[in-house]
């Protein structure tokens, strides 16, 4: 499964995988940073797909139609979103219940997206928590 990963990022353009490449190392570095144990990475409906045990999976990619743009989708049954607008409302570009979008010409908001990810890589243990326990 990760062979397919890495060859459906390295099919786009190479700037989209560059930044998609980019946000992968990120990825697995806060897994392994804060100890969540191996990410098992696939493809879900066309797009690279990560989960870690105790997560919430997402998925991240770059649509042809919106070529100045890659996202971050989360479970849209889940909290995360909502919790991500109340704290990163001002930082960060959302698309409804569901997905980051981010920019390739500016610089990942690596600090924002970080937060994110561990809050989605922890949602089983936080997600009875008010504002998934941050507060």
Not at 85 to 91: D, K, Q, W
Request: with cysteine; charged share 30%; glycine share 6%.
């Amino acid at each position: 499964m990760i062979h397919e990963v890495l060859n459906t990022i390295d099919s786009y353009p190479d700037e989209i995988s560059r930044v998609l490449f980019r946000l992968r190392e990120l990825i697995l570095q806060v897994a392994m940073d804060e100890g969540y144990g191996e990410v098992e990475e696939s493809l879900k409906w066309g797009e690279p797909s990560c989960r870690v045990k105790g997560g919430s999976p997402f998925r991240y990619d770059w649509k042809e139609k919106t070529p100045d743009k890659y996202y971050l989708f989360f479970n849209c049954q889940t909290k995360l979103i909502e919790t991500f607008r109340l704290l990163y409302g001002n930082e960060l570009e959302f698309q409804g219940n569901r997905g980051i979008v981010l920019s390739i010409e500016k610089e990942l908001p690596v600090k924002a997206i970080r937060h994110c990810l561990i809050m989605a890589m922890t949602y089983k243990k936080i997600k009875d928590l008010p504002m998934l326990g941050q507060l």
